[in-house]
């Protein structure tokens, strides 16, 4: 045979994973523990049933409780003697807890207990807190503050108190004691709140009558010292004559106004260079003077004897023509003489009467000025009277409006103070004897025994569960952190088809086989995951004895030879090998004797009865020396071993027995773990788990060995569908 190293023999680094990392936090798979544990929990509710009836039977005889109770209703606040429409959702709900809090108040509870009729009325209720002929009244004061229930029954304005006892006329009796007590001290509440109110109102109408009265005689008094009978009749007519002085002063300040302005022009004509200028009216007034008139009818005749000597042919040069012109000239003359004469006569006399009407205006302005400031003065000193008379009128007024409000409100607050609803609590429904118990009650009984059996059975298996650290399957591997689950082998009883007596050899005793397809299954990602690393050496480790590593070793070489690969299974156990003994042929040569040098592996290997399956024995015992398996020798058969085979699969000693396994890890390419369904923990898979991941070989996953089907339902589906399936093959 020839040799060919494929790998060196020095351990590779060491990867990067938690070496420490430990079991994950306990679980339970739910629906798993359901089915497995169904007929108890069935029984469990069963019991629970007849516990239920068989307790309300006993209750319902020896310790009944009838409860009686008093339903009331929260009302709005009424103010008014109308009907009450909105309300304020939180003040309302203050006011109802507040109420309930009052119903079972020490006040309430002890006017209750110290009522004489309660011992007349309380009946055997009565004689619970009766000891030697005296009722204990404090004992019964605190049994009601405690079986006392009042509530507001939420979203409503419902108030519901209630009241239990084993009898219905004793518990009717004493509730309907506490109502009237509590509906008594809710009266004297109602009163105590509404005195001071009414108070307050009385004095305050008394208060307002008082200042009315003292305001009217403040009035009668104003009015007579200023002697008014009327003060609006006389401002009246002082403000009208006021008004009559005003535009009378008025009219003198224009016409003064117009005068000064015309007096103004006139005498800057007379200072004028010139002389005045006098106006076509003025000189038209004085031409119908009669003297002007006079001349005017002189000189008419004297033109008309004139044109007379005209027309009797009297040139200009006749004597008496040149008379006439004479004398039509001197009368021209005193024309213009006489009508300038008459001009500045009547310019002076306007003038004068001019200066004349400003002086009459000037004093006529001064006397009415005076009339007005007298008649103001008389008019603000009445606007002052009139101003203080109509204050004193409005107060008195809103005096007299505010008191009859309140005098309102005093009778709106008397009348309200005696309506049903004033106190904001009005009875529903009175206390009634119950007609039935209320407890026990069948409907509750049953399931509480229902509830009760199956919580604490429930409780126990699944503290049983939890407490479970066992690998029952692939979950409980998959809880492990960073663990891998590679596959799994069902139990030997799981198939039908594969003795339990050819377990070692299932794959090639019984091919189409459940354990043979878990092979197969196993087989091909496992071969895959190899081929992408490279690797051609598989440590199989058990976890304990017992585990079956040997045998998913075996059937694991053997499904890989029937894929075509040459596969070579050593068996490394020299503590306790059995791999020589499946297989039918002799413990040696084998592995310790080549270890020591005895024989070659050409001549230790020995073809199987499979195709492509060769086993190198343990050796002989007298070699089977363990630290050769720690040995540098060992790598060396190790990498002879897989350049002759494309597959070498090594079976060692339980982890947990020996380090041997550790020890081969960090000679070859890969290892994988076996753990037995109901035998390793999870925390002996997680340590075992951690020191693989610290060697050399890659840790390839877990295989879980031995699963049953039965086991809470794990698998159950697969397993029997499979087993269907190479049944009817």
Known sequence: MTTAT???????????????????????DIGK????????????????????????????????????????QVLPPQTTLEVMVGKDEDEQERFALTQVAQMKSDDVIDSVVSDPRLQALGGDWTKKFTSGGKFQAADAAEWLQDSLVA??????????????????????????????????RLEEQSRQQLAPQREALEKQIDAYKKNLDANQTLREQILSDDKVDSLEQRWAAENLEL?????????VRISKEGAATQLARYEQELNAQGGPTFSDELRSAIEAEPLIQSIHQTLASLSAQKAAMQRQGLGAEHRAMVSTDSLIDSWKSKLDEERDRLLRKRFDAIVDGLRSTIATLNAQETELAITQEQLVTRLVDLSKT????????????TIIKTRAEMEAQLQTLTSVSRLATSKRIMVLQNERNPDRPIFPNILYMIPAGVVLCLGLTTGIVFLRE?????????????????????????????????????????????????????????RSPLLKQMDLAG????????????????TVASNLAAAAAASGRRTLLVDANFRRPTQHTCFGISDSPGLSDVLAGTTSVQDAAVATQTENLSLLPVGSNANRVVEQLAGHHFGEVLTETMAEYDLVIIDVPPAIISGDGISIANRCDASLLVVRAYAEERGLVARIRNQLAESKAEFLGVVVNGVKASAGGYLRGNIRASQSYADNA
């Open 6 to 28: 494929t790998k060196p023999t020095a351990p590779f680094p060491v990867r990067s994973q938690a070496a420490s990392a430990g079991p994950a936090a306990p679980s339970v």
């Open 33 to 72: 523990m359901f089915k497995k544990y169904l007929w108890i929990l069935i029984a469990s509710v069963i019991v629970g049933v007849l516990l239920g009836i068989g307790s309300f039977i006993v209750l319902r005889k020896y310790a009944p409780i009838f409860q009686s109770q008093v339903i009331f």
């Open 151 to 184: 509530r507001l029954v939420p979203n409503t304005d419902i108030i519901e108190m209630k009241l239990g006892w084993k009898r219905a006329n004793d518990v009717t009796n004493v509730l309907g004691l506490v109502k009237e007590k509590y509906l008594f």
């Open 243 to 251: 008004q009559g002085i005003i535009s009378t002063l008025h009219t």
């Open 386 to 397: 009139m101003t203080k008379v109509d204050d004193i009128d409005r107060e008195i007024e």
């Open 466 to 522: 939890l407490l479970d650290q066992r690998v029952k399957g692939p979950a409980d591997i998959a809880m492990i952190p960073r663990t891998r689950v590679l596959g799994i082998v069902p139990d030997a009883s799981e198939d039908s088809a594969t003795p339990n007596n050819q377990m070692h050899c299932a794959f090639s005793a019984a091919p189409r086989g459940v354990v043979s397809e878990s092979f197969r299954q196993i």
């Open 535 to 550: 690797h051609k050496s598989l440590m199989v480790l058990g976890g304990m004895p017992g585990s079956g590593a040997s």
